[in-house]
Nanobody, 115 residues
Framework: QVQLVESGGGLGKAGGSLRLSCAASGMIFAINPMGWYRQVSGKQREWVAA???????SYADSVKGRFTISRDNAKNTVYLQMNSLKPEDTAVYYCSAVDRYGSYWGQGTQVTVSS
C-alpha cells in the first residue's frame, strides 16, 4: 500500500522560506515521477512542480524561480524548497506520486504566508 506523508508546513512570512518534505513508502520510489500540488479552500487543486525519475524538473509559472523540487531516492523523499514566499502561496500542499498501478496523494500540509 502506497503512503505519502508530508511535513514541513506552517507559518511563514512574505519573502521568507519554507521547506516541505514528502516521505513515500510502499512503492519503488526511484523509478516514479513525483509532484507537488496546492489547494486553496473553495478552489481547484493546482499543480505546482514535478520531478521525473531522471531528475528533470518542471514548475508552474506562478512558482518558477522561487520554488525548487528535489528528490532523495535513498530516503524515498521528495522536497519542495519554497523561497521568496508570497501571501498568495498560502494553501494546503499535497504530495503526489504515480506508478503503473495508479496515482496517490498525501494528506496535505498547510502553508500560511503572512504579509
Amino acid at each position: 500500500q502506497v503512503q505519502l506523508v508530508e511535513s514541513g508546513g506552517g507559518l511563514g512570512k512574505a519573502g521568507g522560506s519554507l521547506r516541505l518534505s514528502c516521505a513515500a513508502s510502499g512503492m519503488i520510489f526511484a523509478i516514479n515521477p513525483m509532484g507537488w500540488y496546492r489547494q486553496v479552500s473553495g478552489k481547484q487543486r493546482e499543480w505546482v512542480a514535478a520531478i521525473a525519475s531522471n531528475g528533470i524538473t518542471s514548475y508552474a509559472d506562478s512558482v518558477k524561480g522561487r520554488f525548487t523540487i528535489s528528490r532523495d531516492n535513498a530516503k524515498n523523499t521528495v522536497y519542495l524548497q519554497m523561497n521568496s514566499l508570497k501571501p498568495e502561496d498560502t494553501a494546503v500542499y499535497y504530495c503526489s506520486a504515480v506508478d503503473r498501478y495508479g496515482s496517490y496523494w498525501g494528506q496535505g500540509t498547510q502553508v500560511t504566508v503572512s504579509s
